[in-house]
């Protein structure tokens, strides 16, 4: 069994420094860098592309709305046609620093709202895969696995995209498949032996416990772990060791999807 490890990096911002890109990537396969939209400069961009070659981790490019203050993860009342140039222009900008380094982007995953209004919205999940197309067909279209991404994943296919399916073993899933609020309590998972389990049972089992018990199938290809929550390194490290003990290969997606 085949599996990626996908982490969200390149968050700090000027003075501020936000998750542990360092300590963590020498445990991922896939580093999602922030293309300063929501977060992220272009020196931060070019440190994070350098940290990813350094430990040949895969380059891709993590996309969000224009809301530094909010992190990103407000919704907000853009036009398809705003929507898709945001898209381009924080590829484009990744995309440089990655050739800059002898890299290519090999894979997009919107942020935050971006990526949950997508989810429900086949329109935005339309202007966002136009957008990747147009900039190279070969890139791989990160989608929320299991039935509640189909809008996401039916576009990206019916454009040409190759589609990842992703799940999150460190966030809490509702019963009909999406990832509860993080300002509810208990979105966000800090147990590494609960959130390696989880792991584990997406790899292996295809399936996810939502907060009342039901049980969702997807087959994920990526599993998405967060950098700046409380012990996040011992988190990424018990996941991939529990992964990696139990026979399923962790590797990058554009080796295998």
Same mark, same amino acid.
């Given at each position: 069994m085949k599996i990626d490890m996908n982490c969200d990096m390149g968050e700090s911002f000027g003075a501020y420094k936000l998750g542990l890109d360092e300590e963590v990537i020498q445990y991922i396969t896939s580093a999602n860098i922030a293309c300063g939209y929501h977060a992220g400069d272009p020196l931060v961009m070019e440190r994070t592309v350098l940290l990813a070659k350094e430990h040949g981790v895969s380059v891709g490019a993590h996309p969000g709305f224009p809301d530094l203050i909010g992190f990103g993860r407000r919704n907000m009342d853009a036009t398809l046609p705003e929507v898709k140039a945001y898209i381009t222009y924080q590829l484009g900008a990744l995309q440089a620093f990655a050739k800059a380094q002898g890299l290519k982007v090999e894979h997009v995953k919107?942020?935050?709202?971006?990526?949950?209004?997508? $989810?429900?919205? %086949? /329109?935005? *999940?339309? !202007?966002?895969?136009?957008?990747? !197309?147009?900039?190279? %067909?070969?890139?791989?279209?990160?989608?929320? !696995?299991? =039935?509640?991404? %189909?809008?996401? &994943? #039916?576009?990206?296919? #019916?454009?040409?995209?190759?589609?990842?399916?992703? !799940?999150?073993?460190?966030?809490?899933?509702?019963?009909?498949?999406?990832?509860? *609020?993080?300002?509810?309590?208990?979105?966000?998972?800090?147990?590494? =032996?609960? $959130? =390696?389990?989880? =792991?584990?049972?997406?790899?292996?089992?295809? /399936?996810? $416990?939502? $907060?009342?018990? &039901?049980?969702?199938?997807?087959?994920?290809? &990526?599993?998405?772990?967060h950098g700046d929550t409380p012990g996040a390194v011992n988190l990424v490290k018990e996941i991939r060791e529990t992964l990696t003990e139990a026979g399923v290969e962790v590797i990058p997606l554009s080796r295998f999807v």
């Open positions: 919107p942020h935050g709202a971006l990526y949950l209004m997508a $989810v429900e919205d %086949e /329109k935005m *999940s339309e !202007a966002i895969v136009e957008a990747i !197309a147009s900039v190279d %067909e070969s890139l791989i279209f990160v989608a929320l !696995a299991g =039935a509640k991404g %189909e809008k996401m &994943t #039916k576009i990206g296919e #019916k454009i040409g995209l190759r589609v990842a399916y992703e !799940a999150f073993p460190d966030r809490a899933y509702t019963p009909d498949g999406t990832l509860v *609020s993080r300002r509810q309590p208990g979105a966000v998972i800090k147990d590494p =032996a609960v $959130v =390696a389990r989880r =792991a584990l049972m997406m790899a292996k089992e295809g /399936k996810v $416990v939502a $907060v009342d018990g &039901t049980e969702i199938p997807f087959r994920p290809e &990526t599993l998405c772990v």
